[in-house]
């Protein structure tokens, strides 16, 4: 049974970065479609990005596009979510979900279990 965690959350002021984790154990990332979802309190759940397995598609939605980019080390089994000029709106838990794959309607394609997720709040 494989397990994901997320970390590297944190407190930071508008306009800066932070570099969230997804490491894997009991498998090897490599094989999985991984994405990024956040949840703000008193908002639903949000699908930020999506990074394909093999040579697929990569996606972002369009609150995060050209601020955020996902990738992944294989050698560390983790996949990665940097964030770049962070608005007080990026405050959420952040969480990373195994999908079946990042193509058409990928939000949707959910293949996993929720973890615990890590805090990003963006405040001054």
């Known amino acids: 049974q494989y397990q994901l965690a997320e970390s590297g959350g944190g407190l930071v002021q508008p306009g800066g970065s932070l570099r969230l984790s997804c490491a894997a154990s009991?498998?090897?990332?490599?094989?999985?479609?991984i994405a990024w979802f956040r949840q703000a309190p008193g908002k639903e759940r949000e699908a930020i990005s999506c990074?394909?397995?093999?040579?697929?598609?990569?996606k972002y939605a369009d609150s995060v596009k050209g601020r955020f980019t996902i990738s992944r080390d294989n050698a560390k089994n983790t996949v990665y979510l940097q964030m770049d000029s962070l608005k007080p709106e990026d405050t959420a838990l952040y969480y990373c979900?195994?999908?079946?794959?990042?193509?058409?309607?990928?939000?949707?394609?959910?293949?996993?279990?929720w973890g615990q997720g890590t805090q990003v709040t963006v405040s001054s």
């Open positions: 979900m195994r999908m079946r794959h990042c193509g058409v309607d990928w939000p949707r394609s959910i293949f996993g279990s």
């Open positions: 009991g498998a090897t990332i490599t094989y999985f479609s």
């Open positions: 990074l394909s397995a093999t040579v697929g598609p990569t």
